[in-house]
């Protein structure tokens, strides 16, 4: 049975010399929630621009549910029906009501009866926390409140797949957590394969089946949420997923992560150079004799260390992942 979604050798540039996509290929299976991370500008956004055809590709294939989507055609509703988009600056229509915004796929396109998509539309804005706006115009809600519409909009159409970029990005904290657990119900009730990008990684751990690291237009490493954390292939991966420590032995460089850093017992000593406590969370860092610098980190209260004390640290061999890349 073939993958749902297959993005073979996707090259995109847009000065015909630079690439902004490198031969980028990826599965996606149906019901799947894979998570795109990676620092600005390493292609994310463009990759989910491709996929709905908003930009052309140089080179490559993108296939949905077994054949070759065809980009060249003029018509792409039929399209864009199965691969819905959440948009970073929502694209709602500012002279109609949020409840008439969600409708007009459904009733226009899809041919489905207005009555039918009222009620489903209602129910999708209960969920989302909205049913009272459901008369009020674009320019009456806050940003984040048409955010939260859009994903509305984008999810009563019920694609095969919904590609969302940055969803949650315009949500204080708290409603940006209610909103991944009701995103999440949603996409489990429907079936919808999602491809979703955040810079937040606790979401992006928390939302995704998949993780794919991005870097410079290519994907660095894909893997379950505890495979990309736990056992990083490169030491950009090891840095960019959770900040965890690149220690450098003889020619190796390996990743240890700070929760598994134990500061007063070990082989190696040092000074330490930082101490801070945050939200629950004691950082310190130490510099090695050989000048290389730990971070130790554990949830609690701050540790009583001043900068310049002596200390030592250490850690389980076991807890040492071998990473390619430098340092």
Known sequence: MPA??????????YD?????????????????????????GCGKSTLLRCINGLEAIQA???????????????????LRQKIGMVFQSYELFP?????????????????VDKENAKREAMELLEKVGLAHKAKAYPRELSGGQKQRVAIARAVVNKPSVLLLDEPLGALD???????????????????I?????????????????RIVVMRNGKIEQTGTPSEVYDTPKTAFVAEFVGGANLYKEGEKIFAIRSEHVRLGVGDYAGVV??????????????????GQEITSSHMGMNIDLNI??????????NDMVEVEGEK
């Open 4 to 13: 749902l979604l297959e993005i073979k050798n996707v090259v995109k540039n």
């Open 16 to 40: 015909g010399k630079t690439p902004v996509l490198e031969g980028v290929s990826l599965e996606l299976n149906k019901g799947e929630v894979i998570v795109l991370i990676g620092p600005s």
């Open 60 to 78: 490559g294939e993108i296939c949905l549910e077994g054949k070759a989507i065809d980009y060249n055609k003029k018509d792409l509703t039929g």
């Open 95 to 111: 002279h109609m009501t949020i409840l008439d915004n969600i409708i007009l796929a459904p009733t226009k396109v899809a041919g």
């Open 173 to 191: 904290l708290m409603l940006r957590r209610q909103m991944q657990t009701e995103l999440k119900k949603l996409q489990k009730a429907l079936g």
């Open 193 to 209: 394969t999602f491809i979703y990008i955040t810079h937040d990684q606790e979401e992006a751990l928390n939302m995704s089946s």
């Open 273 to 290: 150079t930082e101490n801070s406590f945050m939200a629950g969370l004691s950082k310190v860092k130490v510099r090695l004799r050989d």
């Open 308 to 317: 310049g004390d002596e200390i030592s640290v250490g850690w389980d061999k």
